[in-house]
């Protein structure tokens, strides 16, 4: 019997389309941010930040395989990084944070809970990986304590709901299709319903 931690090809490739597909809408999303920004001011950021979390959640809820969201986010970043994102390599770090958050949550399970809870506290731990990295990376400690309590709450509950809410109805409108047939999660929901 093969490893079942071990990535097949069509894993793999599956991953890296994921992750060309969301550098693609992550870039466009930063438009939305910064109109957001310009009308709402400073914590639109942290409102909006969650769905920079959702390629390791859809590519984690596929494959369901150790290092999934990890890399999601990474390859993510890396394609984002070749389309010209102003953001340069240390968007590299950023999405190596935030995809460690999601994967942690998704360890705790063994990587085999990928239920809606589940989904939404791994959005919730990219939040939190991602806010600590901002908080050293631009020097959060100088704002006021109520600034900073927004700040965490808002991108928490951006995390459950832009990226673990959003990525299991991306994950399951895509099941519905049937292109995930023969892949991890295919087998988990025929072994569910037998």
Known sequence: MPNSRIWTLRETLIVAVLGAVFAVLYLGWVQVWLIAQALFGSLTMDVVMGFWFVASMVAAAIIRKPGVAFAAEVLSAGVQILLGSPAGLMLLVTGAVQG??????????????????????????????????TWVRFDYGALQPGILIAMFTLRCVSGALLGGWMGHVIVQALYKTGALAGLAIDHDKRAAAA
């Open 100 to 133: 460690a958050g999601a994967e942690l949550v998704f360890a705790a399970t063994r990587w085999r809970n990928y239920s809606l809870p589940v989904m939404m506290a791994a959005g919730v731990g990219a939040a939190i990986f991602s806010f600590a990295y």
